[in-house]
DNA sequence: TATCAATACTTGTCATGTCAAGTATTTTTC
DNA sequence: GAAAAATACTTGACATGACAAGTATTGATA
């Protein structure tokens, strides 16, 4: 079976451009890979967002403000707020007022889940290597510099 | 600025690996992209998912089951019920009920959302070539390739 | 110092996705 | 030819994003 993305989603017609065609590859292989990752999640309880707050929380090894996670996340933060909830309903978050500037909000992850993410982080591995593991170092390498490279003008220019 | 992710998304440690460097430029270069089509669309009263299935059924040029379209996107079938329906509200699609098999419910693009597409037409056309238009065609073409092997793995094992 | 702007969230509404169940209509099978 | 299985959707419950508007608190300004 070919893996062209023509063949894939039944498009008749080639592609009006290259970039068409580099778009509709972003946009596939991401909802493949993404799809796999929510699997996994889910077998633990986890959304992919959860687990996205969770990791940073984690990874930051202290109580972060919702702002600085909305941030750090590419969500607005209303969704954040929700998120937060849903993860403090499960235990896997506790808020805290900040005592200093009470417009603050503390958010801070739970031994819970940080076994949790403990038990995930082999898993996560596994399917990483599942995912990519075909590729040479040289050709991540180059994928990596590839999407760097698409993203620069959004970043540079905050017309954008 | 960098544009280099690990900057971007303030991660304190490195990437534990390539791989996993790989997966969140994908994740992020997506997303990115994703926003900035999701805004055109808007501007047209129409939703990303939306404009997919309108894509498809002009494309098509005849009325589809709602089957052949969900097949065609990602989504799984109670998604495309919704879809169509809040199509079918903005006039954008008519549903038809398959005489031979009245099971089947046939979806037909309109005159009006045939006519909205021509007007997006150009912009999205415009959108690529600002997102895309500073790579190479060499390196566009190494991208679409890198992608396509990334999901090679995918596609041949069912297992998956 | 009184007010106005900025900040940090929270709430509400809507679109979309997911899964589990349910309905209607063939098709298969015994 | 009637019951069982398959097919094509539809509906309902819930999580997640997006945007707009509201609240509480703090900072800046006149």
């Known amino acids: 079976m070919s893996h062209k993305l023509q063949?894939?989603?039944?498009?008749?017609?080639?592609?009006?451009?290259?970039?068409?065609?580099?778009l509709l590859n972003l946009l596939?292989?991401?909802?493949?890979?993404?799809?796999?990752f929510?699997?996994?999640?889910r077998k633990y309880g986890l959304t992919a967002s959860?687990?996205?707050?969770?990791?940073?929380?984690?990874?930051?090894?202290?109580?972060?403000?919702?702002?600085?996670?909305?941030?750090r996340m590419i969500h607005v933060v209303p969704a954040i707020t929700g998120l937060i909830d849903r993860l403090e309903k499960a235990r896997?978050?506790?808020?805290r007022r900040c005592e200093e500037d009470r417009r603050v909000v503390y958010v801070e992850i739970t031994d819970?889940?940080?076994?949790?993410?403990?038990?995930?982080d082999r898993p996560v591995k596994?399917?990483?290597?599942?995912?990519?593991?075909?590729?040479?170092?040289s050709e991540l390498r180059e994928l990596i510099r590839l999407?760097?490279?698409?993203?620069?003008?959004?970043?540079?220019?905050?017309?954008?």
Do not use: M, W
């Open 38 to 41: 929510i699997r996994l999640f």
């Open 112 to 120: 819970e889940a940080i076994s949790v993410l403990k038990q995930i």
């Open 147 to 160: 999407l760097e490279k698409a993203r620069t003008p959004l970043l540079a220019d905050p017309e954008f």
């Open 92 to 95: 896997f978050v506790k808020r």
């Open 7 to 22: 063949h894939e989603i039944k498009k008749k017609r080639p592609f009006d451009s290259q970039q068409e065609e580099a």
């Open 50 to 71: 959860q687990y996205n707050v969770l990791r940073i929380l984690r990874g930051e090894g202290k109580p972060l403000p919702s702002l600085e996670i909305a941030d």
């Open 28 to 36: 596939r292989t991401n909802e493949l890979f993404q799809n796999q």
């Open 126 to 137: 596994q399917l990483r290597e599942k995912l990519l593991g075909h590729l040479t170092r």
